[in-house]
Every structure is written in structure tokens, then in C-alpha cells.
């Protein structure tokens, strides 16, 4: 059974620009993902801030594809009033990991929250990794 992945945004950004020296692992989660090893959660609000960053370093038109290609990569799970309120109360110094968080909670049986400033999920209950250091947790990172 596949390990379920909640995946901030930073991450999906990194995979698809190509951003360095971020790049390669957070390919290899993907690739996780494409082998039915991971199972990738998103929150629906990072898909307009993904696809406001990606416009930046690309068209308007390849922007839209590669959120076209991501809604089937991965699992879009949405965010009501309930997790905003929950946001709130999760004392994070930064409201849209709060968010995120509280998102990722509503995933039964989630494992982890992949994403590159950890330090906003000091408060986590949920296993917080970087790219890198789940890959290396797994036995598969680079």
C-alpha cells in the first residue's frame, strides 16, 4: 500500500521549474508517487499560489498544462471553514502552513508533510520532512 504524502507547495514548484538544487529530489518524490510507492496530497489553495509562482517562470498557457498535469498526479484535497478555523487555533508563526497543516490532518492515514521550510511546522503532529531527509528515511534518497 502506498504511503500517503501531503506535499506543500514549494515542492510541486521545485519539480516543475526545475528550480536548483532543489530539483532532483523532489523528482524523486514525484517519481515515488509514479511508481504507486507515495500517494501525493495537495491542498486546493496551493493550486492558485503554483500556478501564480509558475506563470512567473513560465507562460501563462504551459502554467495551466502543468496544473493540468498535477491534478492528476496527485490528490487535491480541498480546505472548508473547518480547517481554516483549526488554523487558527494551531499557533504557527506562518497562517498558510497553518492552513496547510490543517489540511493535511483531514487525510486519513497520512505519514508525512513534504516541504522545504520545516521550521513553519515546528508544531506539527504530523511527520514533517524535507524532500531530502524523507528520501533518506526511505532508504531511496539521493
Do not use: C, W
Amino acid at each position: 500500500m502506498a504511503s500517503k504524502i501531503f506535499i506543500d507547495s514549494d515542492v510541486v514548484i521545485d519539480f516543475f521549474t526545475d528550480r536548483e538544487p532543489f530539483a532532483n529530489p523532489a523528482s524523486e518524490i514525484f517519481e515515488l508517487n509514479e511508481r504507486g510507492e507515495l500517494e501525493l496530497y495537495i491542498s486546493a489553495v496551493s493550486i492558485n499560489n503554483i500556478y501564480y509562482i509558475l506563470r512567473k517562470y513560465l507562460d501563462h498557457k504551459k502554467a495551466i498544462q502543468i496544473i493540468e498535469e498535477l491534478t492528476e498526479m496527485t490528490q487535491i484535497i480541498g480546505t472548508t471553514r473547518t480547517e481554516i478555523i483549526q488554523a487558527l487555533k494551531n499557533d504557527f508563526k506562518d497562517f498558510e502552513d497553518s492552513i496547510q497543516y490543517s489540511t493535511a490532518l483531514t487525510i486519513d492515514g497520512v505519514e508525512a508533510i513534504i516541504t522545504r521550510n520545516t521550521k513553519d511546522y515546528e508544531k506539527s503532529e504530523i511527520a514533517v520532512f524535507t524532500p531530502e531527509n524523507y528520501l533518506k528515511s526511505k532508504g531511496t534518497g539521493s
